[in-house]
């Protein structure tokens, strides 16, 4: 993976923004846990998408069917921390480069120090693709002011951590990195 090098960011986050939307006909429409995994994982949005769905409708599987809510088992409607990771986990079966993809939750602030290179915050009722330095989403979800967002943790491939760890020492706490 080839890391690019941007100029310092003047947003409080350090990080610059990239809008970006891999859905095929670029609608926005609560699919930020798919457009983040394409995005961070170089995965074709259709292919992410199918796993995504399946992840959601196992959840599902056996509940009611709610009358005239049709997004109820695809992934438009929201992904939870425990769908994403299966399916990223399924996605791996079939592409290797991603067998070793991990989420560690950690309580932290979004902020380019606070994460790995290539990663997918989880925020708070969102998710989003950060890579070398910069955010990918359709929309910017930065943040408006110097009140900084949180992250409750993140997926990224387990060296892309043991490189953001080990630049901390090992200790995210001492480093001022978490709470």
Aim: charged share 30%.
């Amino acid at each position: 993976m080839t890391t690019q090098a941007f100029p310092k960011s003047s947003h409080p986050t350090g990080l610059h923004f990239f809008k970006r939307n891999p859905h095929p006909k670029k609608e926005d429409h609560g699919d930020c846990a798919v457009r983040a995994i394409a995005l961070a994982t170089d995965t074709e949005y259709w292919l992410v998408k199918h796993y995504a769905d399946d992840a959601v409708v196992q959840r599902h599987d056996g509940d009611e069917p709610v009358w005239g809510y049709k997004r109820y088992q695809t992934s438009y409607g929201g992904m939870t921390r425990q769908e994403m990771t299966s399916t990223i986990n399924d996605m791996a079966k079939s592409n290797r480069k991603l067998y070793d993809w991990i989420y560690v939750p950690y309580n932290t602030i979004f902020h380019i120090d606070n994460l790995p290179e290539v990663c997918i915050a989880d925020q708070d009722n969102h998710v989003v693709c950060v890579k070398d330095g910069a955010i990918y989403d359709s929309w910017d979800s930065r943040g408006k002011t110097k009140k900084l967002k949180k992250v409750i943790g993140v997926w990224c491939h387990k060296d892309e951590w043991k490189k953001f760890f080990d630049k901390h020492n090992g200790n995210l706490r001492k480093a001022g990195v978490v709470k």
